[in-house]
């Protein structure tokens, strides 16, 4: 694929730029709770403004249903992304129509202007062809060239991801040129031991993932919610915790897979557990406790992996080369149930191994926990679109700045 770099050297004052980013913050109302996302942009929309390029910045935010939703807007982040560039960034209020048609004419040379959720028009995520590439001739009329630096879209067959880039010249930005190199490196060229650390929720949402490390990965530590289904299949109580039942006779698979293949799978010995999910607004007490991993109540349920958790899965991260770490290892928003993901952020950084943070909740609590996050080898922006990535699948938005 075509870079940036080639584009700014072909030269690009005075054109239009289309930059799909990836400006999906969380809100808290219209306060940014995290603006990674925005900030990884940045190096693409700084060089193409300084070379004298009128930049069209778009994103989707959240899930509106098609419709314009105030809840959705982009206002917020357009606000932000000024602040983060020390400029003034012009703000559309729709995404094809007359605001946006008047923002994008009325841009001068090295300015920059955000166009409103793309989202909020059905032909961005529509299934039907047609439709979607109806939607992407009207975003096509507002630029001359297309840089494509969402990573964390490039997973989605989506109107201004897949098909604009096949109406316009298209080059990819700054930000997706690193997260496929980083993500090239663990998979084409991995040193080892190759250990990667699963969090997060569903074990649903990571079974096509471990299904490709199995073969792959030389240690894989299991946390987060998703640990419990693995200690169910193991025949241990869980209690209240989280539980997808109908996932059970896949995870017996993969662990048998593991134990035949030399793969060291490894689950939490401990758990904190306490008798109810945290008030993760107040954040008051919740009478959390700590007991082993095969001995939760029945009313409890597991929120963190425990400390004896936390120092085996740093023991196993110690000596490793590299790294992948996708969910954290508990309700880390709440103190109570933050320590688990805490050790593993610890572990990352007191390792000499190739580190890469797979995006989502992961990167999030990186920041959120205080750590130091240029301390890691990579925090990734897309953790869906990570992990489709190792799972091997073909990425609908990389294969369309493939030329």
């Known amino acids: 694929m075509k870079t940036i770099d080639e584009l700014l050297a072909e030269g690009v004052a005075g054109k239009r730029v289309f930059v799909r980013a990836d400006l999906n913050v969380p809100l808290d109302g219209t306060t940014i709770t995290d603006d ?42 357009a606000t932000r992304l000024g602040e983060l560039l020390g400029a003034s960034v012009a703000f559309a209020t729709d995404t094809v129509g007359d605001s946006a048609s008047a923002t994008v004419a009325g841009l001068a040379d090295g300015q920059v202007a955000v166009v409103e959720n793309l989202r909020f028009n059905a032909g961005e995520t529509a299934k039907d062809d047609a439709e979607r ?34 109406r316009l010249p298209h080059y990819a930005g700054y930000l997706i040129a690193t997260e496929v190199g980083v993500l090239k490196k663990l998979t084409d060229d991995v040193k080892r031991p190759y250990v990667v650390v699963l969090g997060g929720a569903k074990v649903s949402d990571k079974l096509a993932v471990i299904d490709e490390l199995l073969g792959k990965a ?24 989280l539980l997808q039942e109908d996932q059970i006779p896949a995870v017996l698979e993969y662990i048998e897979r593991a134990e035949k293949t030399g793969v060291e799978l490894v689950l939490p010995v401990d758990a904190v557990v306490a ?26 349920m597991g929120l963190d992996i425990g400390p004896a958790s936390g120092k085996l899965y740093a023991s196993k991260i110690t000596d490793a080369a590299t790294v992948f770490w996708n969910g954290p290892m508990g309700v880390f928003e709440h103190p109570e149930f ?42 990734s922006t897309g953790g869906g679109a990570s992990l489709e990535y190792l799972e091997g699948k073909t990425l609908p938005g990389l294969a369309a700045l493939e030329d």
């Open 275 to 300: 008798p109810a999910f945290p008030d993760l607004k107040t954040k008051a007490p919740a009478d959390s406790t700590t007991v082993a991993a095969d001995a939760i109540p029945a009313d409890r």
């Open 36 to 77: 990674g996302r925005i900030r990884a942009v940045l190096p693409t929309v700084k060089a193409l403004a300084e070379a004298g390029a009128r930049v069209v910045v778009a994103s989707h935010l959240g899930r509106p249903k098609g419709a314009p939703d105030p809840a959705f807007s982009l206002a917020p982040a």
């Open 218 to 241: 030389d240690r894989i530590l299991i946390g987060g919610g998703m640990a419990f289904t693995f200690l169910k299949a193991k025949g241990h109580e869980v209690g209240a915790s």
């Open 133 to 166: 590439g109806a939607f992407a001739d009207q975003l096509a009329a507002l630029a001359d060239v297309y840089v494509g630096d969402g990573f964390g879209a490039v997973h989605r067959k989506h109107a201004s991801v897949f098909d604009l880039p096949a």
């Open 338 to 379: 933050a320590e688990g993901t805490k050790a593993v952020a610890q572990a990352l950084l007191d390792s000499s191994a190739f580190t890469v943070v797979g995006g989502g909740d992961s990167a999030a609590a990186v920041r959120i926990l205080g750590f130091d996050e240029n301390a890691f080898g990579h925090i």
